[in-house]
């Protein structure tokens, strides 16, 4: 299927995102890119106020920029919040992904006592199990497994080879990334008899409304209860979260983080990639951790932590400075240590 030339002027762009525009309204823009290579008949963007210099060096038809806007020489859209307004025209030119329409596609396999709404769109070779609930306008797509009692919310959208298992509830315009598997058994086992036994878990996951999860990502279903993630918080790709975690509303977590079992993440938590975070703890509201941090222990409200163990950002950066300078140091300290033996040594003689 060829796909839809898409194209608009700039002051077309400038209507939908309440910019004002500085220059030839007129020039039609075709794509969108960045400043160093951008062509004539694309547009750009500046986020980065250190970058203001190639305002006066690039090539693109226009670029978005905040109001207060260094010098430029080429049409410009000014606008309140650049990041914004570049969102909305990426929406413009990215091309639709490839969804299910309206309906259930003859090849998928569901239980008679399935309860879906005749907005929803069913994939092909999805398989949707007893007794589960799918609302209005939500998404389905190919090759999705949806076990007992799965509750899906309205406009929620569930990406292809995703896997649902049984009793977990899913709010409403949701995005779950391919691949991710939700609801599947903690990693939990005691070691007796000289093995490690496998515990049952008999809970659920509970995930809020206008939450994303990325491809390949897995959130565990408790041993009891739920494991819970709040509203609007934004989970990247290849991320563990285990048995029994709860996460607020409007966290970020990054790729490859992973949260242990029983670990609480208040609400606006932003944890960047790799942070390891151990079972039983309890990170506060607003907490961020650097990308690879550890952490082993409670973290209070408002925390900016690093490192490994994570301790306050700002003096484990500190310390880190130090580290390349240390063999030197221990040269000197045993220098140091050398002289001060010498004149020990002289004045007990």
Known sequence: MTEKKVQFTVQELAQHIGGAVEGN?????????????????????????????ELKTTQAGAVIVPKDHPPA???????????????KVLELYSPADDLPAVGIHPSAVISDDADIAPTAAIGANVVIHNRVKIESS???????????????????????????????????????????????????????????????HAGWVEIGDEVDIGANSCVDRAKFGPTRIGDGTKID????????????KGCIIVAQTGIAGSAKLKDGV???????????IVIGSAVQAAACSCIAQDVPDGAIVAGIPATDAVKWIRGAKIIPELDKLRTKVRQLEKRLGEIESSTNH
Request: glycine share 12%; hydrophobic share 40%.
């Open 25 to 53: 309204g007129d020039l039609v823009i075709k794509a969108v890119a960045s400043l160093e290579s951008a062509g004539k008949d694309e547009l750009s963007f500046l986020l980065d106020p250190r970058r203001c210099n």
């Open 73 to 87: 020489q080429t049409t410009l859209i000014c606008v309140d919040d650049v990041q914004a307004a570049l969102s």
């Open 237 to 248: 790709n290849l991320v563990q979260i285990a048995h029994n975690v709860q996460i607020g």
């Open 138 to 200: 939500a998404i389905i797509c190919d090759n999705v497994t949806i076990g007992s009692d799965v509750i899906i919310g309205a406009e929620t959208i569930i990406y292809p080879g995703t896997v649902i298992f049984r009793r977990c509830k899913i709010g409403r315009d949701c995005r779950i990334g391919p691949n991710a598997v939700i609801g599947s058994v903690g990693f939990g086992y005691y070691f007796s008899d000289g093995k490690h036994n496998r515990i049952p």
């Open 270 to 280: 932003m944890l960047g990639g790799q942070v390891g975070i151990r079972d039983n």
